[in-house]
């Protein structure tokens, strides 16, 4: 059985990071990186940046992360070469997670659910970052999608944006809200083997503060590398996970294109220092 044959987010998950690591590689073609990789700011630059990432990193990552709003800006162009990208990856052990922070109530909610995340979903990747502040249970809809479709999602809990710290900090019934985020996780992961299939976002470059140890689950930790932070902080910072941390990295190894040698050495590199 190859990991993508396992049924549950969770198990391909842990199956892919015992082959290729914890390291999650950010795809990221913001302007300034399609100019210092000499590519036009359209589709065609976009796309001729990510597949050249989807070359260089399939099958030598455990994880790559597509950030959607880089995609949507150049509009249906940008979204199909997003669908492209997702369907090139599909093949490859290594797993896609969307991060497009999708959150809503009711209908709306099951709208984002069959755009990213249901059996047949036309942009679905292996798993999806989603916003929780219009309360968790209003992500019911995604959760249960992902689940049935075998696919993963990633709460926002503890992000390192200083705005962060004004909702998540807060306190309600006498729990922090990022806390109770993690709680709420762990509850839809509870029972789960080897790992359930609801993660939480917690920022790597700062001290969190948070009890992760019932999370049973996976933690996407940005801010690897180019923002600050490196292995010895995520093992400190993460050191009561009882799960997977996925430390994410974007900037760090894009800086190293457009070569795609160069491109898959300095993804391996920061790989191997990881583990």
Known sequence: MTDRDATTFGARLTGVVSR???LCVGIDPHPGLLAEWGLTDDPDGLERF????VDALAGHVAVVKPQSAFFERHGSGGIAVLERVLAALAPS?????????RGDIGSTMDGYADAYLAIGAPLGADALTLSPYLGFG??????????????????LARTSNPEGGEVQLAEWAGRGVGQRVVDAAAARNAGAEPLGDVGVVVGATIDHGLDLSTLNGAVLAPGLG???????????????????VLPAAARSVLAAGPDRSALRSAAEKLRDELS
């Open 226 to 244: 180019a923002q600050g932070a490196g292995p010895a902080d995520v093992r400190a910072r993460f050191a009561d996970l009882h799960g997977i």
């Open 138 to 155: 209003s992500l019911t809809p995604a959760l249960d999608a992902a689940a049935d479709a075998g696919r993963g999602a990633f709460v």
């Open 93 to 101: 052990p290594t797993l896609t997670l969307l991060d497009a922070k």
């Open 20 to 22: 290729y690591g914890t």
């Open 50 to 53: 990510a597949m050249t990432c």
